[in-house]
């Protein structure tokens, strides 16, 4: 089954969330930050051209779709628990499932594709029952949180359930049933350093001089 099969099946929102510090990065600004010519969001926002509202959370330079929703967490810098929190109380006509990216994977159009065919795999995916959702494993099979496709209803009653503030998506996330999907090859690997963008400049142009 192709992308486009599982896009086809799978109504989903998308939040985006932007406002990391960027701290072993020496605290730039992550998402604007320069890979191949690009922002280092522009993979996440493409990833997510399908989502039937687009919140973007958190403050960058970087240009961004004319159509996202813009907002922030509160209090700002209270962690990425807080920001999905706010994206999706950002949606005012939540479709069954919300996608959930980070702002510094170069490699979310592969990743979110996995996802949409995992959803699809089993028929339609707002009709299956028991399941809060699937998230992206790296190599050795630990969860990305945020690489994640996760089923709207059940995501808000754990944000409900908990203060979200300061509170890791793990922890946040700890009582869902969801299915972990594994990579086809280094699509979850995030830039979280210098070293990280160096092997992501030389994998997307391995011509490039060192």
């Known amino acids: 089954m192709d992308a486009t099969a599982g896009q086809a099946r799978t109504s989903f929102d998308a939040v985006v969330l932007v406002g990391g510090r960027g701290s072993r990065l020496g605290g730039l600004d992550k998402a604007a930050l320069d890979l191949g010519g690009h922002p280092l969001v522009d993979p996440s926002l493409n990833a997510a051209r399908g989502a039937r509202t687009l919140v973007v959370v958190g403050r960058t330079s970087a240009p961004l779709p004319s159509r996202a929703v813009l907002t922030q967490e509160e209090p700002a810098g209270s962690g990425p628990a807080a920001g999905f929190a706010r994206g999706l109380t950002s949606i005012t006509d939540p479709a069954s499932w919300t996608l959930l990216l980070g702002c510094d ?12 065919n995992a959803s699809a795999a089993g028929g339609d995916a707002d009709a299956v029952a028991d399941v809060d959702g699937f998230v992206l494993t790296d190599a050795d099979g630990r969860a990305q949180w945020m690489l994640g496709l996760y089923r709207t209803a059940s995501v808000r009653v754990a944000v409900d359930a908990s203060a979200a503030t300061n509170l890791s998506l793990r922890a946040l996330f700890a009582g869902l049933d969801l299915v972990r999907v594994p990579p086809a090859g280094r699509e979850w690997h995030d ?20």
């Open 105 to 116: 994977v170069p490699g979310a159009g592969d990743a979110v594709r996995r996802l949409l």
């Open 191 to 210: 830039v979280d350093t210098w070293a990280d963008h160096a092997a992501w400049t030389e994998r997307l142009d391995p011509q490039r001089p060192a």
